[in-house]
């Protein structure tokens, strides 16, 4: 009989949980082997396994095994093929032995005492004991040399776990509270008790869905106190050019859960808001919560990515009210995050081109924005305007304006209340000269 190893026999487990549908699982467990078990059925393991990334710390392997070959109608009914089964008739209280002959379409038995063939026969059929080589749970099956091991370490990763992060965002006049939880769930399917939990935020990058090469920006982290150590039941630490996310207390992750922690609570983070257009964008501006990252802002803690929700108090009564929703990726410290959280309602902007011509070999074009402010507040306004060419050259503007790259200026308006707003400017473009170049001598 093989040695049978449960989750009863756990001393140690953890899990770390990656973004992208996957864990590893570390697991110890104390065996007490005897010289003569040479096979071991290791139960209890994740049912969404993969088998070519388990490592056994503490046993001299020789072959190993993973058996899903669980108990279902159907195949149990197979292993009992050309064998003795009873069939009870509830009404004469008897039973009948038959020879099992098929189960292709229907069952089809042998009496064993009269040789007549039954087609789907009515009664109980009442199978002998479970066969060999069924089983009723996943397991591995090591076959090892002779050990008298006690201690045994297992790493493995799975597949049908994820996780990601949520903000709740609540604005306070020029700041917000913001707390953070993750959602983790568990379809891998094992129940993994009292175990210590960490979170690995970044891009892990696996060849042919292999846990093999690790590609991911490096996250800075400035030196300094731990305040999520200091203030939360959660640990984070740089790990390779990652971010490790290490819970104090241990939790249990049924399998088919979601489960919700919180590992963020940070309040009175400065912020500013203001609006942004461009020439491709609809009348309406973009509604832009703007804020940084670092120590001295309030924060200064690597974010892993997820969804932010932006929630405002209505004065009226006291209630939050969802203003907006936007997605951030993995910021790190240091970082500005930009939030695109809706449209404005009481603003109007408009763009268009109010000239073009030519005039000694260069293109003039002349553009119009305008920005009516219908709100009841001053209001600050960014327009981007995007050139398709290069080479461009302002030659005349009304209102100051910064070069962000190559092909993209901005201009800043301020805008009274139930007031208006024109920002005029012409550009110059060198018309493209065509030259002929012949290789033929």
């Known amino acids: 009989m093989p040695y049978l190893s449960t989750k009863n026999d756990t001393r140690q487990l953890s899990l770390t949980i990656y973004n992208d549908g996957f864990g590893l699982v570390k697991e110890t467990r104390e065996m007490n082997l005897s010289e003569e078990d040479l096979e071991i059925r290791y139960l209890d393991v994740a049912e969404k396994i993969e088998t070519d990334s388990i490592v056994v710390d503490g046993l001299d392997i020789q072959e190993l095994n993973y058996e899903f070959d669980l108990v279902s109608k159907e195949k149990l009914l197979e292993k009992y093929i050309d064998q003795k089964v009873y069939i009870y008739d509830p009404e004469t209280k008897e039973k009948t032995?038959?020879?099992?002959?098929?189960?292709?379409?229907?069952?089809?038995?042998?009496?064993?005492?009269?040789?007549?063939?039954?087609?789907?026969?009515?009664?109980?059929?009442?199978?002998?004991?479970?066969?060999?080589?069924?089983?009723?749970?996943?397991?591995?099956?090591?076959?090892?040399?002779?050990?008298?091991?006690?201690?045994?370490?297992?790493?493995?990763?799975?597949?049908?776990?994820?996780?990601?992060?949520?903000?709740?965002?609540?604005?306070?006049?020029?700041?917000?509270?913001?707390?953070?939880?993750?959602?983790?769930?568990?379809?891998?399917?094992?129940?993994?008790?009292?175990?210590?939990?960490?979170?690995?935020?970044?891009?892990?990058?696996?060849?042919?869905?292999?846990?093999?090469?690790?590609?991911?920006?490096?996250?800075?982290?400035?030196?300094?106190?731990?305040?999520?150590?200091?203030?939360?039941?959660?640990?984070?630490?740089?790990?390779?050019?990652?971010?490790?996310?290490?819970?104090?207390?241990?939790?249990?992750?049924?399998?088919?859960?979601?489960?919700?922690?919180?590992?963020?609570?940070?309040?009175?983070?400065?912020?500013?808001?203001?609006?942004?257009?461009?020439?491709?964008?609809?009348?309406?501006?973009?509604?832009?919560?703007?804020?940084?990252?670092k120590e001295s802002e309030g924060l200064g803690i690597p974010l892993p990515k997820g969804k932010v929700k932006v929630y405002s108090e209505d004065p009226a009564d006291g209630s939050m009210e969802l203003i907006g929703e936007e997605g951030i990726d993995h910021t790190a410290v240091n970082e500005k995050l930009t939030l695109h959280i809706g449209k404005a309602f009481d603003i109007n902007c408009e763009g268009k081109k109010v000239n073009s011509y030519k005039k000694k070999g260069y293109q003039y074009e002349q553009f119009v924005y305008t920005v009516r402010n219908n709100k009841q507040e001053k209001i600050r306004v960014k327009i981007n305007h995007d050139f398709c060419r290069e080479n461009w050259e302002i030659v005349d503007y009304s209102d100051p304006y910064v070069a962000e790259d190559s092909g993209t200026i901005l201009f800043w308006a301020e805008v009274e209340p139930e007031e208006s707003k024109t920002i005029e400017f012409k550009y110059r473009i060198p018309r493209s000269i065509q030259v002929n170049v012949n290789d033929e001598e």
């Not at 002779?146 to 297992?154: I, Q």
């Not at 700041?175 to 210590?196: C, K, M, P, Q």
């Not at 696996?206 to 846990?211: A, K, S």
């Not at 203001?274 to 973009?286: A, H, I, M, R």
Request: proline share 5%.
């Open 97 to 293: 032995e038959y020879r099992l002959l098929s189960v292709g379409d229907g069952m089809v038995v042998e009496n064993t005492a009269t040789r007549e063939i039954v087609i789907n026969p009515e009664g109980e059929l009442t199978l002998p004991k479970l066969p060999s080589g069924l089983i009723v749970k996943p397991g591995l099956v090591w076959k090892i040399k002779p050990s008298a091991a006690r201690t045994v370490h297992v790493y493995y990763i799975t597949k049908g776990f994820s996780w990601n992060a949520n903000y709740v965002l609540n604005l306070k006049g020029n700041t917000f509270d913001l707390s953070g939880w993750v959602s983790i769930n568990n379809h891998s399917g094992a129940t993994f008790e009292n175990s210590r939990l960490k979170l690995l935020a970044g891009d892990v990058k696996r060849v042919n869905d292999h846990f093999d090469l690790l590609e991911m920006p490096v996250f800075s982290r400035p030196r300094g106190r731990d305040r999520l150590g200091e203030t939360q039941n959660i640990k984070e630490k740089s790990f390779q050019d990652y971010h490790l996310y290490s819970f104090n207390e241990t939790t249990t992750l049924k399998n088919q859960q979601s489960k919700q922690m919180n590992f963020l609570k940070i309040d009175q983070v400065p912020f500013r808001r203001y609006y942004e257009y461009s020439l491709y964008d609809e009348d309406k501006p973009k509604i832009i919560i703007e804020f940084v990252n």
